[in-house]
């Protein structure tokens, strides 16, 4: 049986909420035959025992749901972590944001912000001292910027 990718998303969030982690994000590729998954937990990173751990709990979830796949892989989201949900930019308020927005905002689509708020379906960041608010919805990408 095929499951859509909504059906094996909603699964694996489900599948890691259980085990203490995060789905970050999932991507089918080579037409749905890889599956990445990228983890993330609060308050501490993903060491290469967490991701055995879950690829483990994942492939034997995956045989029972009958999702039909080649290979798995699952990592941490790196340093650049997306941001995709209203609760990702919560989670990060304080950190600088690499944002591209899917039309242009007062000519440019763009930019690095520091994030200021998350309420509802809108986010507040501030740009070179300007403070604007954003819907996620309007985000066509969104990314950490990495503090070194």
């Known amino acids: 049986m095929k499951r859509s990718p909504a059906t094996v998303e909603a699964l694996v969030e489900r599948a890691l909420q259980h085990l203490g982690y995060e789905l970050v994000d999932l991507e089918r590729a080579s037409r749905g035959r890889l599956i990445r998954v990228f983890i993330d937990q609060p308050g501490g990173a993903i060491t290469v025992d967490d991701c055995a751990t879950v ?33 990702d930019f919560q989670r990060f308020v304080g950190a600088q944001a690499r944002i591209r927005l899917r039309h242009p905002l007062q000519g440019r689509s763009n930019f690095i912000a520091t ?3 998350a309420e509802g379906t809108k986010i507040r960041v501030d740009l070179e001292g300007a403070e604007l608010e954003l819907d996620v919805a309007d985000i066509e990408r969104a990314r950490l910027v990495p503090r070194f």
């Open 115 to 117: 994030l200021k708020a």
């Open 55 to 87: 690829s483990h709990h994942l492939s034997r979830l995956f045989a029972v749901e009958g999702v039909d796949y080649d290979r798995l892989e699952v990592s941490s989201p790196g340093l650049d972590r997306p941001l995709k949900r209203v609760a």
